[in-house]
Nanobody, 121 residues
Framework: QVQLVESGGGLVQAGGSLRLSCAASGTVFSINDMSWYRQTPGKQRELVAGTTRGGSTNYADSAKGRFTISRDNAKNTVYLQMNSLKPEDTAVYYC???????????????WGQGTQVTVSS
């Protein structure tokens, strides 16, 4: 069974940096899009950054210029480098991937368990 395993969250002061990692474990055949989302209590989960298998990227306006998404296809891993962190970046960050398996009708959506990022002022 495939799982997305996240790491790298924690507590950091405003202006600091964190690097999140998300690795797909288990028997992986093909991963298409990989993305990072975040969610705060009472709010909908929102896209932070995404990347395609070919390396194209997109960012939320709040992340542009501060965050960088990258992936290592050989390791089935996606990263999110977060710099110049602000208190409003505090949230649970979730990894998302669309994966294909033999016998499936198409790509399926997978979510990680979430990792807490807290930015103190």
């Amino acid at each position: 069974q495939v799982q997305l395993v996240e790491s790298g969250g924690g507590l950091v002061q405003a202006g600091g940096s964190l690097r999140l990692s998300c690795a797909a474990s288990g028997t992986v055949f093909s991963i298409n899009d990989m993305s990072w989302y975040r969610q705060t209590p009472g709010k909908q989960r929102e896209l932070v950054a995404g990347t395609t298998r070919g390396g194209s990227t997109n960012y939320a306006d709040s992340a542009k210029g501060r965050f960088t998404i990258s992936r290592d296809n050989a390791k089935n891993t996606v990263y999110l480098q977060m710099n110049s962190l602000k208190p409003e970046d505090t949230a649970v960050y979730y990894c998302f991937a669309r994966m294909w398996f033999p016998g499936s009708s198409g790509y399926q959506n997978y979510w990680g368990q979430g990792t807490q990022v807290t930015v103190s002022s």
